[in-house]
């Protein structure tokens, strides 16, 4: 069974892009969340997601950022207009279940913003 | 709500000695969990050892364990018979089991010396 993957693991963007990270939770997990890891501290979470529905999204700045997980296919996470303070690692989670008992942390996307 | 807060920001241990890492934390969750994660320059997420807040008796998984003192909101590691692979960044965090978030200190790099 394969693990959390994320893709991909690095990301280089010019200030003004747009920045799409995804993320492929492991087989037979619906659940999905995502949280950004800035220098030096620690995760913070982002938004969590379960198929085709976003469950809470109380971490994810209001502006640029958006993040959905359909029928078929990864969770993306979509920066737009991507600005310096977002060069980041993006760290995706994946559980089997709500409650996020058992989260299975993928490798992460480092993000730097130039 | 919840915190969580690291107060080591670095430790460091010779090799084959026990070390341990300190955790407090605060939430308004009735039914949590708590849990320590281990970050090597990797940068993988590995979950290390988790214990439900409900478990009286503290988990251990082999070299690891914890002292989860619940009134005073305390849940420290101890790494015995530390190896050098266990130099890395240890995260402590809590979850909730009405929610899926996760939120985790701000870290503590340990470094093992041969």
């Known amino acids: 069974n394969a693990g959390v993957m994320q893709n991909p693991r690095h990301l280089v963007r010019r200030r003004g892009q747009e920045a799409r990270l995804r993320c492929s939770p492991m087989?037979?997990?619906?659940?999905v969340y995502w949280y950004r890891q800035l220098p030096e501290e620690g995760l913070k979470f982002m938004v969590y997601?379960?198929?085709?529905?976003?469950?809470?999204e109380s971490g994810m700045p209001k502006e640029r950022f958006s993040a959905e997980f359909p029928k078929e296919g990864p969770s993306i996470l979509r920066i737009q207009q991507v600005v310096r303070g977002d060069s980041a690692a993006y760290f995706c989670a994946s559980s089997p279940s709500a409650g996020g008992y058992e989260q299975y942390f993928g490798p992460g996307t480092r993000l730097t913003v130039t | 709500a919840q915190t969580v807060t690291q107060s080591q920001p670095e430790m460091s241990v010779q090799e084959a000695e026990t070390v341990t890492l300190s955790c407090t934390y605060d939430?308004?969750?009735?039914?949590?969990?708590l849990f320590w994660y281990k970050q090597p320059p990797s940068r993988q997420m590995i979950l290390v050892i988790r214990q439900e807040a409900y478990k009286q008796q503290n988990a251990t998984e082999n070299r690891f364990s914890v002292n989860f003192q619940k009134a005073a909101k305390s849940f420290s590691l101890k790494i015995s018979d530390s190896q050098l692979g266990d130099t890395a960044m240890y995260f402590c965090g809590s979850g909730g089991t009405s929610y899926g978030k996760l939120t985790f200190g701000q870290g503590t790099i340990l470094t093992v010396h041969p």
């Open positions: 939430t308004s969750e009735n039914n949590y969990y």
């Open positions: 997601l379960q198929k085709e529905n976003i469950i809470d």
């Open positions: 087989k037979g997990h619906s659940h």
